[in-house]
């Protein structure tokens, strides 16, 4: 899951345990800076440190001044300027972060925002400063003076789809964890699946056959990614007629030239149009010479998060 649904998703906890919380929020940035606009970072009062704006010197003074903050239960607005001789950081950029201690009655807009997120719903978060030390949250956009607040995008939680529990999801499924995707593998082996080793956090779902596979798999939407590297060319293609009939975002299938065209021309003699089959990234991945299983799933990810980032 991305960083910032892991920080809302701890803030909403702290809310609900009754555990101090403090947020760094990025609401501004002009120029060259480590983190985007909406980048945040949150400390509790147990000591956890969720989140990043951006690391090195700045990050450590977010962090005292948002300690600060906690414990004078006053927010405020502060501008950063990233310089050599401030922070030893020379992208000469600037950054205005809105640093607030979140309570109680923060919970119901925090709880809302996280369940948007959840449903891959990109939301916006709304911060405004009413009166001196005070931050007010909203999701729906506030009716009055919208000049006096900040308009904080928030992605959505990026789910990956992979069909297939082979090496390729195997090598895959972490780095796709660290690169905060939430990573299901299906496979219709259940036996085969009980012994791929995982990360915890990765949903293996059996399925009773290819045939069917979208009535077990999560919800899709736009936000969602396919990876279809089935143990057949036969089954990739009952998997990938499926996945064409959803919307979502991305759709990748591991194979060579050769099984693109045969499969896209079987495709074509059932109606499948060229528009729908070029939602379609086959061979999938960043052209890099990619040759073990480890190798794949880098290149295949990486053409994700240029997807993603829109750079692709």
Known sequence: MSDNFKVLNRIVACCEQGIDAGLAVIVERQGSTPREKGAMLMLDGEGGCVGTIGGGALEQQVVEELANVMVSHAAKIQVFDLLPESFGMPCGGRIKVVLSPIGKDALPVFSALVSRLARGKATTLYAGMKEPGVVRWEISPPLQDMASWFEIPVEAVAELLIFGAGHIAQAMSPMALAADFQVSVLDDRSAFLQDVVLPE??????????????????????????????????????????????????IGMVGS??????????????????????????????PIGAVTPAEIAISILAEMIAHRRKAA
């Open 257 to 286: 030239l050769n099984k693109r065209d045969t499969i896209y021309a079987r495709l074509k003699a059932e109606g499948i149009s060229d528009a729908t089959l070029s939602r379609i990234h086959c061979p999938v991945g960043l």
């Open 201 to 250: 956090e990765v949903h293996a779902i059996a399925l009773s056959s290819f045939e069917e596979c979208m009535a077990s798999a999560p919800a899709v939407s736009e936000t969602t990614f396919v990876l279809i590297a089935t143990y057949g060319h036969r089954h990739d293609m009952v998997v990938l007629k499926q996945v064409l009939d959803t919307n979502a975002g991305y």
